[in-house]
């Protein structure tokens, strides 16, 4: 081992030797004074392209220029939001969310994306504890809003209907079939709410004052669980998100061409790996970012692949696993497409060779977290990628294997995966002491067991985190242990994994009953979990057992249970 151990040290890098041809070693971030400056060069470049589509109504890169400057103005001018008040968005793609994502970064706001899926018991959290003063927001959540308002520092609302970019008539007829035929729209009342139309109406009036924005200045606090189940919000600068964007552009260069590009974009903007890589690296590329408002009708997701030709698209295995399983999947042409990109969660190799074989096209993986803006690793796209490991570390990145005292192990046996690099956070949003739990002398610690193979690929062995992978989702035992204990009928409760084809896992609750309510169901279970979680952490799974394996100190095994 201290031979080996050795010849790792003389060669930090062996994944270098591997890298594909025309990808650098290193970024270079000069050309970029902060993320803004990534739009400003794109919209000048690729005007008259198309940036993002939804539905049939496109935006170009001349167009969302214009929607954002006035946005900007708004939230400057109108709302009164100065450089570094935190704003929420919580919309799915939609074309409005590139609009407010990159007005309020050329406000100098800080972004705190929020799933519009969460409850309003999620969402007082993450409103409450990072300070937001203003959200955009979606009409068909904002009943949820309304019950947590008073709770929250927010003073400003702007509620958007997915309709609003839309051309007349197409507009209206939109809103009004969500509105008044599906009835997804509940009632609710925010007298003092701005629509979004509205809003870009007063900005377009409004003289925009330049802010200035460095580097160092925080762009997004991005909720994630990361090694304990509480949400805290990883701060990510405008340097951590610049250097990964162009991390990832730097890494496609053997593929993409500029001006060229079309993307099926079906995973959220809010979720960090798509805006990231879709609406931010391959913004470099003049990139059209195709927007799938529902990835879950898998009916209108196939008709959209259908009626436009793409060349690239990034997903998490259970998407690629349930389009395949769409008999329409079938008569999609892709003749174009290039290759396809897995993140969030592991890629089975079931998924990855029935993918290949249906259209003709590479499907690789990648690895990242939220803590590192969150590409880490990711399989050339050169036709040299590797199944069954998550590629090769980024340009400009170091990763690392240390055993539980800290020490670097050898190449080739298993320790926690380390990273360094300039995409890796500042830390967790008035967390300190869970900061230092996670980075330690310029490393992050991810959670994560793995080992660097001869060639220098990285492959993950497991997980240590006890966290949950629900679809690519993060679900954290504690949230969900905590909203079951509630229910009177509950003695005790511990959560854990179960392998599903599906959804790669699934939650699996194990409950101790209370003496007196040897009645209490599993239906029961699962009902009182819905009123404080969202679907995907809700439990799919319920066993009841007269007493759970513990530590001498009463500590639940959770392991055991798996």
């Known amino acids: 081992m201290r031979q080996a151990l050795m010849e790792a040290k003389l060669n930090p890098k062996p994944w270098l030797n591997r890298y594909p041809t025309g990808v650098p070693h290193d970024i270079d971030t000069s050309a970029y004074r902060n993320l803004n400056d990534v739009l400003e060069n794109a919209c000048r470049k690729f005007g008259p392209l198309t940036a993002f589509s939804n539905r049939g109504t496109s935006l170009t890169y001349q167009d969302l220029e214009?929607?954002?400057?006035?946005?900007?103005?708004?939230?400057?001018?109108?709302?009164?939001?100065?450089?570094?008040?935190?704003?929420?968005?919580?919309?799915?793609?939609?074309?409005?969310?590139?609009?407010a994502l990159f007005g309020a970064l050329r406000a100098g706001l800080i972004v705190v994306n929020t799933n519009p899926l969460y409850t309003a018991t999620e969402m007082a959290?993450?409103?409450?504890?990072s300070g937001c003063k203003a959200i955009v927001i979606l009409a068909n959540f904002a009943s949820h809003l309304q019950e947590i308002l008073k709770d929250t520092e927010i003073e400003s609302v702007v509620v958007t209907e997915v309709g609003d970019l839309f051309p007349t008539p197409k507009k209206w007829l939109v809103n009004t079939v969500v509105k008044h035929v599906k009835k997804m729209i509940p009632e609710f009342k925010l007298p003092q709410a701005y629509t979004f139309v509205k809003a870009l109406e007063i900005g377009g009036g409004q003289r925009f004052d330049p802010v200035e924005v460095r580097r160092e200045d925080t762009a997004f606090l991005q909720y994630t669980g990361g090694?304990?189940?509480?949400?805290?919000?990883?701060?990510?600068?405008?340097?951590?998100?610049?250097?990964?964007l162009l991390q990832i552009a730097n890494w496609m260069t053997p593929l993409l061409n500029e001006g060229k590009e079309v993307c099926i974009t079906a995973l959220p903007l809010y979720h960090i790996f798509s805006l990231t890589v879709n609406c931010l690296a391959f913004m470099t590329y003049g990139c059209h970012n195709v927007l799938i408002t529902n990835p879950r009708d898998f009916k209108d997701f196939i008709k959209i692949m259908k009626a436009q030709p793409f060349t690239i698209m990034t997903g998490v295995n259970t998407l690629y696993n349930a389009l395949m399983n769409q008999a329409e999947f079938k008569e999609v042409d892709f003749s174009?497409?290039?290759?396809?990109?897995?993140?969030?969660?592991?890629?089975?190799?079931?998924?990855?060779?029935?993918?290949?074989?249906?259209?003709?096209?590479?499907?690789?993986?990648?690895y990242g977290l939220t803590?590192?803006?969150?590409?880490?690793?990711?399989?050339?796209?050169?036709?040299?990628?590797?199944?069954?490991?998550?590629g090769l570390p980024v340009p400009s990145t170091m990763v690392k294997m240390v055993d539980d005292d800290g020490n670097e192990v050898a190449h080739g046996e298993v320790g926690e995966l380390c990273v360094s690099g300039p995409q890796v956070m500042k830390g967790y949003w008035n967390r300190p002491e869970e900061t230092a739990k996670v980075l330690r002398d310029g490393w992050l610690k991810t959670g994560d067991i793995a080992l660097l193979d001869p060639e220098g690929f990285v492959k993950i062995v497991d997980r240590k985190k006890d966290m949950i992978l629900v679809s690519g989702f993060n679900v954290y035992p504690n949230e969900v242990?905590?909203?079951?204990?509630?229910?009177?009928?509950?003695?005790?409760?511990?959560?854990?994994?179960?392998?599903?084809?599906?959804?790669?896992?699934?939650?699996?609750?194990?409950?101790?009953?209370?003496?007196?309510?040897?009645?209490?169901?599993?239906?029961?279970?699962?009902?009182?979990?819905?009123k404080s979680l969202t679907n995907y952490k809700v439990p799919r799974a319920v066993e009841f057992r007269t007493e759970l394996p513990k530590t001498n100190v009463g500590k639940i095994l959770r392991r055991a249970l798996r």
């Open 125 to 129: 959290h993450q409103f409450k504890d």
């Open 481 to 530: 242990e905590d909203a079951i204990a509630s229910h009177p009928g509950v003695l005790e409760v511990a959560v854990v994994g179960q392998p599903d084809e599906h959804s790669g896992e699934i939650v699996r609750a194990v409950v101790v009953k209370r003496p007196g309510h040897e009645s209490l169901t599993d239906k029961e279970i699962i009902e009182h979990s819905k």
């Open 336 to 366: 174009k497409l290039k290759c396809s990109v897995g993140g969030a969660m592991a890629l089975q190799k079931t998924v990855i060779e029935r993918w290949k074989s249906l259209t003709g096209s590479s499907l690789i993986e990648g």
């Open 66 to 99: 214009k929607q954002i400057a006035a946005m900007a103005a708004f939230f400057q001018k109108e709302l009164n939001l100065k450089k570094g008040d935190r704003i929420a968005l919580q919309m799915p793609n939609l074309l409005q969310y590139p609009v």
């Open 227 to 244: 090694t304990t189940g509480i949400s805290k919000g990883a701060i990510l600068t405008h340097d951590n998100v610049l250097a990964n």
């Open 371 to 390: 803590e590192a803006s969150p590409v880490v690793c990711c399989n050339p796209i050169d036709g040299t990628d590797k199944a069954g490991t998550i």
